[in-house]
């Protein structure tokens, strides 16, 4: 679909590289600056709590609770998403964000940061991600043309990971170690101007007209779970979408098994310096930006499902290789792998989604898969914490390889017909 004023004329805009016109390419801004920022945060976190305690669940536990909104949320993410403005949902949730990480680097700056108000803020910052998560993905289609929907997730999936992986937590790191306020007060600074540019983007995100709104009370919660069960009901029916949030699922838990431990990966098994971490995030993150950006060439060329099940075994194949090696080199190596193989899943499950997913249903959809994923996430970093614990740093990337290779071939076995 592509970009309309609200009198539903086309937008006028020249064409951007790849064929993108300008309001994408505002929104992919908007985007990789509060992922930029993020990334920043992301690797500040950890290391915050690091300083704080070296027990392996304490420091998995920052990121299991920035997952825990997404099983309290649940699908009901996708039902506002769904009835409300998809950019003013945005805005609004980029601007709470702002504010809980502006006051976060406040604590910080008078050393009244303790791991309460860590993971306090934590929570906050995972409640908006899974508000403005539903409402991003589902942002995608009224933006760009239903053939080119593959492009331009490449292009978001690699600004992501730029911002997430490579420069926001090489950024982030180095920013920790200069001054610790410093990561969460840039953070909070791109949001804000994430903000105003989503404020630039057509009033194009308008939900569809709903036939009845009931009043409040009993029969607005028998609405709402109404629109859940109508989501529910859709996937059950969808033998591919089931399946993708399936192996999604299981994917998410057993990566963030190993993630949210990675910082003491570094340090106690690399031997190398807190620092090394954000760095080697950074390295591993190339894979990743090659294969969001040339992914979709791939994807067209072997069909999805191939490109999901070369992406599952690749993410297997790696995260064994990371529980198997002491070699920082090695270490490095594997981590970029993992990012590519990890990026052209993404990539081609959301595309998958926005192509099969009827408009009016994306955000009911898309937040009963991103709780699966986030929840798996959440679940699989409290895993990984135990388990580091109690078995080693190393146990929990080699207990998570065997899941993720089972479900992908299981998946790619049961779609084997379809050949793409």
Same mark, same amino acid.
Not at 12 to 19: D, E, I, K, Q, T
Not at 235 to 264: E, H, K, N, Y
Not at 358 to 371: E, I, K, M, Q, Y
């Given at each position: 679909?592509?970009?309309?004023?609200?009198?539903?004329?086309?937008?006028?805009?020249?064409?951007?590289?790849?064929?993108?016109?300008?309001?994408?390419?505002?929104?992919?801004?908007?985007?990789? %600056?509060?992922?930029?920022?993020?990334?920043?945060?992301?690797?500040?976190?950890?290391?915050?709590?690091?300083?704080?305690?070296?027990? #392996?669940?304490?420091?998995?536990?920052?990121?299991?609770?920035?997952?825990? #909104?997404?099983?309290?949320?649940?699908?009901?993410?996708?039902?506002?998403?769904?009835? *409300?403005?998809?950019?003013?949902?945005?805005?609004?949730?980029?601007?709470?964000?702002?504010?809980?990480?502006?006051?976060? !680097?406040?604590?910080?700056?008078?050393?009244? !940061?303790?791991?309460?108000?860590?993971?306090?803020?934590?929570?906050?910052?995972?409640?908006?991600?899974?508000?403005?998560?539903?409402?991003?993905?589902?942002?995608?289609?009224? %933006?760009?043309?239903?053939?080119?929907?593959?492009?331009?997730?490449?292009?978001?999936?690699?600004?992501?990971?730029?911002?997430?992986?490579?420069?926001?937590?090489?950024?982030?790191?180095?920013?920790?170690?200069?001054?610790?306020?410093?990561?969460?007060?840039?953070? !909070?600074?791109?949001?804000?101007?994430?903000?105003?540019?989503?404020?630039?983007?057509?009033?194009?995100?308008?939900?569809?007209?709903?036939?009845?709104?009931?009043?409040?009370?009993?029969?607005?919660?028998?609405?709402?779970?109404?629109?859940?069960?109508?989501?529910?009901?859709? &996937?059950?029916?969808?033998?591919?979408?089931?399946?993708?949030?399936?192996?999604?699922?299981?994917?998410?838990? &057993?990566?963030?098994?190993?993630?949210?431990?990675?910082?003491?990966?570094?340090?106690?098994?690399?031997?190398?310096?807190?620092?090394?971490?954000?760095?080697?995030?950074?390295?591993?993150?190339?894979?990743?930006?090659?294969?969001?950006?040339?992914?979709?060439?791939?994807?067209?060329?072997?069909?999805?499902?191939?490109?999901?099940?070369?992406?599952?075994?690749?993410?297997?194949?790696?995260?064994?290789?990371?529980?198997?090696?002491?070699?920082?080199?090695?270490?490095?190596?594997?981590?970029?792998?993992?990012?590519?193989?990890? =990026?052209?899943?993404?990539?081609?499950?959301?595309?998958?989604?926005?192509?099969?997913?009827?408009?009016?249903? %994306?955000?009911? *959809?898309?937040?009963?898969?991103?709780?699966?994923?986030?929840?798996?996430?959440?679940?699989?970093?409290?895993?990984?914490?135990?388990? =580091?614990?109690?078995?080693?740093?190393?146990? #929990?990337?080699?207990?998570?390889?065997? #899941?993720?290779?089972?479900?992908?071939?299981?998946?790619?076995?049961?779609?084997?017909?379809?050949?793409?």
């Amino acid at each position: 679909m592509a970009v309309s004023d609200e009198s539903g004329h086309h937008d006028g805009a020249v064409a951007f590289p790849g064929g993108f016109r300008a309001p994408f390419c505002r929104y992919w801004l908007s985007g990789f %600056l509060s992922d930029f920022g993020n990334g920043v945060r992301l690797a500040a976190f950890p290391l915050l709590v690091a300083q704080l305690t070296r027990e #392996p669940a304490a420091v998995a536990a920052v990121t299991a609770v920035q997952g825990l #909104p997404w099983l309290l949320l649940g699908a009901g993410a996708g039902v506002i998403a769904d009835r *409300v403005d998809r950019r003013r949902l945005m805005v609004t949730v980029d601007t709470a964000h702002a504010a809980i990480i502006a006051g976060l !680097a406040v604590a910080v700056l008078i050393h009244e !940061a303790g791991l309460v108000l860590i993971y306090v803020a934590a929570f906050g910052v995972g409640t908006g991600a899974a508000l403005r998560g539903t409402a991003a993905m589902a942002c995608v289609p009224r %933006l760009v043309e239903p053939a080119d929907l593959d492009k331009a997730n490449g292009r978001v999936i690699a600004g992501q990971i730029v911002g997430n992986e490579l420069a926001g937590p090489a950024a982030g790191g180095w920013l920790f170690g200069t001054v610790a306020v410093l990561p969460f007060a840039v953070n !909070a600074g791109m949001l804000g101007i994430a903000v105003l540019l989503l404020m630039t983007l057509p009033g194009v995100f308008a939900p569809p007209p709903r036939q009845h709104e009931p009043g409040t009370g009993r029969a607005r919660f028998s609405s709402v779970r109404h629109d859940l069960g109508e989501a529910l009901g859709w &996937m059950r029916q969808d033998p591919a979408i089931r399946d993708i949030t399936l192996m999604a699922g299981v994917v998410s838990a &057993m990566d963030a098994t190993w993630f949210a431990v990675l910082v003491l990966y570094v340090i106690k098994v690399l031997h190398q310096q807190p620092g090394t971490y954000g760095l080697l995030l950074a390295i591993g993150a190339a894979g990743g930006i090659v294969a969001g950006s040339g992914g979709a060439a791939l994807t067209r060329r072997i069909g999805p499902w191939r490109a999901l099940l070369s992406g599952g075994l690749g993410i297997a194949a790696t995260q064994a290789g990371l529980g198997l090696t002491g070699n920082v080199v090695i270490a490095a190596v594997l981590l970029m792998l993992s990012s590519a193989a990890f =990026a052209l899943c993404d990539m081609t499950m959301v595309t998958m989604l926005q192509r099969d997913v009827p408009d009016a249903l %994306l955000g009911r *959809v898309s937040s009963v898969f991103g709780t699966v994923t986030q929840g798996g996430a959440a679940f699989g970093a409290i895993a990984g914490g135990i388990l =580091a614990a109690a078995a080693g740093i190393r146990a #929990p990337m080699l207990a998570g390889a065997v #899941p993720i290779a089972v479900v992908t071939v299981f998946t790619g076995w049961r779609h084997r017909a379809a050949g793409q």
